[in-house]
């Protein structure tokens, strides 16, 4: 006689949970759909051992000696007594979650992505900017019902209202019985006699809808903006979905982006580098006056604090960095030549020495 206990791998004195519980787990595991076609005579010895086992007048027999199991003698009884309810469950997910009984008419509306492009100081300060979306909103005729004014749902004929229906399947185990959803009613249960004329018995209608943004200082391009149950509603009236608004940052053409940081060149003549001078530079905050003292060199960073972008929502902002460029003289004239040969001259750098610097430092 096959030993049933060992097929479950349990102890002889295991408790009828014990003995449910592994046997849901081997028969997962032994499902054909998992481990192959080749699972399945082990799979029915394991159907076989549950038969007996699951059952406690039958477990009784078998105890005492005998094998009560109605699949023993081959062909003769068919899938038709043992426990099936087990089997069904551990298949076909009863009880574990699967949707049972008719579903709802209304359901959530999908979310949205809607892209919206600011500039730079909008960026750095943040703004409200309106945005037009068409979207669905509520059909005002039915109210979401779907239904024609003074008409009402109906309950399915075709599976009684349970959304459901029965369909027999054929598995190596024989004929089973699933539950497939009804295709009269969608798996609603109900059927709408009288569609809404307005909405077509959608329960929704597009609509072109003006939504306020909010944008806050230090968006940068990708960021998203979540706007709550701002969007489109669901079937039959459900709730609303999200919106959500991404950030594109156009280009500015004079400042370039780094963090929350602002970088940007600023040329000036070689003699005012060397002279020093006062320069106004028109920046996110308007025109400020950068000073620039004798002798500034090509590449230098002047650092202007507190004049880059706000940072996402907290306090203080990036700095701007203003990197010199020194722009030499072209086309010079006789006279002009002349005082910069003089200058040469008595600066002794006419024929200047080689001053080699290291390729590795002094990058910027
Ligand atoms: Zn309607
Ligand atoms: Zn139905």
């Given at each position: 006689m096959?030993?049933?206990?060992?097929?479950?791998?349990?102890p002889r004195d295991?408790?009828?949970?014990?003995i449910?519980?592994a046997?849901?787990?081997?028969a997962?595991?032994?499902?054909?759909?998992?481990a192959?076609?080749?699972a399945?005579d082990?799979?029915?010895?394991?159907?076989?051992?549950?038969?007996?086992?699951?059952?406690?007048?039958?477990?009784?027999?078998?105890?005492?000696?005998?094998?009560?199991?109605?699949l023993?003698?081959g062909?003769?009884?068919?899938?038709g007594g043992f426990?099936?309810?087990?089997?069904?469950?551990?298949f076909?997910?009863?009880?574990?979650?699967?949707?049972?009984?008719?579903?709802?008419?209304?359901r959530?509306?999908?979310?949205?992505?809607?892209r919206?492009?600011?500039?730079?100081s909008?960026a750095a300060?943040?703004t409200?900017?309106e945005l037009k979306?068409?979207?669905a909103?509520?059909?005002?005729?039915?109210?979401?019902s779907?239904?024609?004014p003074?008409?009402?749902?109906?309950?399915?004929e075709?599976?009684?209202?349970?959304?459901?229906?029965q369909?027999v399947?054929?598995?190596f185990?024989?004929?089973?019985m699933?539950?497939?959803p009804?295709?009269?009613?969608q798996g609603?249960?109900?059927v709408?006699?009288?569609?809404c004329?307005?909405?077509?018995?959608?329960?929704?209608?597009?609509?072109?809808r003006t939504?306020?943004?909010?944008?806050?200082?230090g968006?940068?391009?990708?960021?998203?903006?979540?706007m709550?149950a701002?969007?489109?509603?669901?079937?039959?009236?459900g709730?609303a979905?999200?919106i959500y608004?991404?950030i594109r940052e156009k280009r500015?053409?004079?400042?370039?982006r780094?963090?929350?940081?602002?970088?940007?060149?600023?040329e000036?003549?070689?003699t005012?580098?060397?002279?020093?001078?006062?320069?106004?530079?028109?920046?996110?905050d308007?025109?400020?006056?950068?000073d620039?003292?004798?002798?500034?060199?090509?590449?230098?960073i002047?650092t202007?604090?507190n004049?880059?972008?706000?940072?996402?929502?907290?306090d203080?902002?990036?700095?701007?960095l203003?990197?010199v460029?020194?722009?030499?003289?072209t086309?010079?004239?006789?006279?002009?030549e002349?005082l910069?040969r003089d200058?040469a001259?008595?600066?002794?750098?006419?024929?200047?020495e080689?001053?080699?610097?290291?390729?590795?430092?002094?990058?910027p």
């Open positions: 096959t030993d049933y206990y060992q097929t479950l791998g349990v295991a408790s009828a949970e014990q449910k519980k046997y849901r787990k081997l997962r595991e032994l499902h054909p759909d998992v192959g076609e080749e399945a082990k799979f029915k010895d394991v159907a076989r051992a549950y038969e007996v086992l699951g059952n406690a007048e039958k477990r009784r027999t078998y105890d005492s000696g005998s094998d009560p199991s109605s023993n003698g062909g003769g009884g068919g899938a426990g099936f309810q087990d089997i069904f469950e551990t076909f997910g009863g009880g574990g979650g699967q949707q049972r009984g008719p579903v709802p008419r209304a959530r509306g999908q979310d949205a992505l809607v919206l492009d600011i500039d730079l909008e300060f943040g409200r900017r979306v068409e979207t909103v509520v059909c005002g005729t039915c109210s979401g779907c239904c024609a003074g008409s009402s749902p109906r309950q399915c075709v599976c009684g209202g349970q959304g459901m229906v369909r399947a054929r598995s185990l024989g004929q089973v699933t539950s497939v009804c295709s009269a009613c609603f249960g109900t709408i006699p009288e569609p004329s307005d909405c077509a018995g959608e329960g929704r209608v597009r609509s072109k939504l306020s943004v909010e944008v806050p200082a968006v940068d391009t990708g960021t998203r903006i979540k709550t701002q969007g489109e509603v669901g079937p039959a009236g709730p979905g999200d608004v991404e500015h053409e004079t400042f370039i780094r963090g929350d940081d602002l970088l940007c060149n600023l000036v003549p070689m005012a580098a060397a002279l020093g001078t006062s320069i106004d530079l028109e920046t996110l308007g025109v400020q006056q950068i620039l003292p004798a002798g500034t060199q090509p590449g230098e002047v202007l604090k004049l880059g972008i706000g940072h996402l929502r907290m203080g902002r990036g700095d701007l203003v990197q460029d020194v722009r030499v003289p086309g010079l004239d006789a006279r002009q002349e910069l200058l001259e008595v600066r002794n750098e006419e024929r200047p080689a001053k080699m610097a290291s390729a590795h430092s002094g990058a």
